[in-house]
């Protein structure tokens, strides 16, 4: 471990991806960056790690699937990272009078459409898909671009979304009233509206558009809204950045934890400590890539309202994919996409009515994939040579006020009903698919909000830092959305505007900010 010198241009604190993305960026431009990380390792909540002993499977353990990464930040940092497109978009399994069944969308178009036409009856719902995808795929090439761009204020951004009844849709009605507009099926509603509801806990029509915000930053990315895979797992992707912070002359210290700092606008000072005691190192610029109630902390000034979790992570390792009761589809297809889980739209309406009234879900919704089906590189050799497979499952509407009594056997709790709600789509339990570790226990990991506040300090288990704000500027707000009351002090973390998800896009908007002030 290298001791940091007395002072740099830039000191970040916090070495997850936005972070690296920053500080790779301006040590690129020359400044003497150093980057103190908590933890004994870089990546935060995107890291790949082998949770299950004796088991060699590479998990994304926390974040998993990325679709807001911009293009130019892999380009500009000449990082060795790639993404693969996944064959199937989803699968969401219905029962019939003869058993079960389920609508696939991937493949291609007729496949598509006749999943569509024996759900619903006819061609209609298929029509009324594309044409609303169709809708929100133009926005997202107009929209997608932007993040990276210096901030657009509401007006700007609504002039270059060009349609408004797409900007309404998005921006003014709670999202609910275009997607029971648009669609009449319970089932196509729902998995919908899944987008909106990712890390979220809203309804389809609350007021406050926090879920119109979610489903926006789920349709827009890449310009597509397509969610691929990290090939190698998240942790390639951190790794190939913090390779690209160093080689570029960065400092990146872990083992390092910040507990304050101190500004006066022009130059700051950190203070830090470690095993071994402690250190101050002064700045020109502080960026802070945590959490804005981490920031206030630092600074010693108020913190901003609370934030709450509202997801159940699961990570499993199977020797086999499970048998489907729906016998038409190739299980490696309906889990190489999206597995929608009691995700009908009146489901997913009651689960929320159940957790706001401090009510586990009686049927909790959640998805699922497989990453090995699209990327296997992240097995092991003897992994690889059973045919081992991995599933992800996201559960929503799980807000950390549930966990709070009795956190370790609420999880348990919802683990076990998410899990049954899986079986009830299988014609085998999974529990008969979970591959063992050296103990002999299966290897399945549960991860509630208050897993997440503890393990990585995401407030309240808020995998975005707090709610997420829309793409433009307020009034008061900064030139890039990184921007704090302090002018040397800049937040690059997920609750930055424009930030939340594995873009890089906050940091990259932090060292921009700073690099344009040094040149203005």
Not at 77 to 89: N, Q, T, W
Not at 411 to 432: G, H, V
Request: glycine share 12%; proline share 6%; hydrophobic share 40%.
């Amino acid at each position: 471990m290298t001791a940091p010198q007395s002072s740099y241009d830039a000191v970040i604190v916090g070495g997850g991806h936005n972070g690296l993305v920053a500080a790779a960026y301006l040590a690129r431009a020359g400044r003497r960056v150093l980057v103190l990380e908590r933890l004994g390792s870089t990546g935060g909540a995107a890291v790949s790690t082998r949770p299950f002993a004796g088991v060699d499977v590479r998990l994304s353990r926390y974040s998993y699937l990325v679709s807001l990464l911009p293009e130019k930040i892999v380009r500009d940092l000449g990082l060795r990272f790639a993404v693969r497109k996944r064959s199937v978009s989803s699968y969401t399994p219905y029962r019939t009078p003869a058993g079960g069944s389920g609508l696939l969308v991937g493949g291609d178009a007729d496949r598509t459409r006749a999943s569509f036409a024996a759900l619903t009856g006819s061609d209609r719902e298929y029509e009324a898909w594309r044409a609303f995808y169709g809708r929100t795929a133009r926005a997202a090439r107009r929209i997608f671009p932007t993040l990276t761009a210096p901030l657009p204020s509401r007006a700007e951004l609504r002039a270059r979304v060009d349609d408004a009844e797409t900007w309404d849709m998005l921006f003014e009605q709670p999202i609910g009233v275009a997607v029971e507009k648009h669609f009449a099926d319970d089932l196509v509603r729902g998995v919908v509206l899944t987008d909106a509801l990712i890390g979220t806990f809203a309804d389809a029509h609350d007021p406050s558009l926090l879920q119109n915000r979610c489903f926006l930053y789920h349709v827009i990315g890449g310009g597509t809204g397509d969610w691929d895979v990290p090939v190698g797992g998240m942790g390639a992707l951190t790794d190939a950045l913090a390779d690209a912070a160093r080689a570029a002359g960065a400092t990146i210290l872990t083992g390092h934890e910040v507990n304050r700092i101190d500004t006066d606008g022009t130059r700051a000072e950190v203070a830090y400590r470690t095993a071994d005691g402690e250190g101050v190192v002064a700045a020109g610029h502080v960026l802070v890539n945590a959490s804005p109630h981490a920031l206030a902390a630092l600074l010693g000034e108020p913190a901003p309202p609370p934030a709450e979790g509202a997801q159940l992570k699961v990570n499993m390792v199977l020797t086999r994919l499970p048998r489907l009761r729906d016998r038409a589809v190739d299980p490696r297809e309906a889990f190489s996409g999206t597995f929608h889980i009691a995700e009908g739209y009146a489901q997913l309406a009651t689960a929320y009515a159940e957790a706001a009234a401090g009510r586990l879900p009686a049927a909790p919704p959640s998805e699922i994939y497989c990453h090995t089906l699209t990327d296997p590189g992240i097995l092991g050799p003897e992994a690889a040579a059973r045919g081992y497979q991995t599933l992800t499952l996201f559960g929503l509407h799980a807000p950390a006020r549930l966990f709070a009594a009795d956190p370790d056997g609420t999880r348990d709790a919802l683990l076990k009903a998410t899990l049954e709600q899986l079986d009830a789509c299988l014609d085998e339990p999974i529990a008969d698919c979970l591959a063992r570790d050296a103990d002999g226990r299966p290897c399945v990991e549960a991860k509630s909000p208050l897993d997440l506040e503890h393990e990585l300090r995401l407030p309240g288990g808020h995998i975005f830092h707090r709610d997420l704000s829309f793409p433009y500027g307020e009034e008061e707000g900064g030139a890039w959305g990184v921007e704090t009351a302090h002018a040397n002090v800049l937040l690059c973390g997920a609750g930055a505007v424009r930030g939340g998800g594995v873009s890089g896009v906050p940091g990259h908007n932090a060292a921009m900010s700073v690099l344009e002030g040094a040149a203005g």
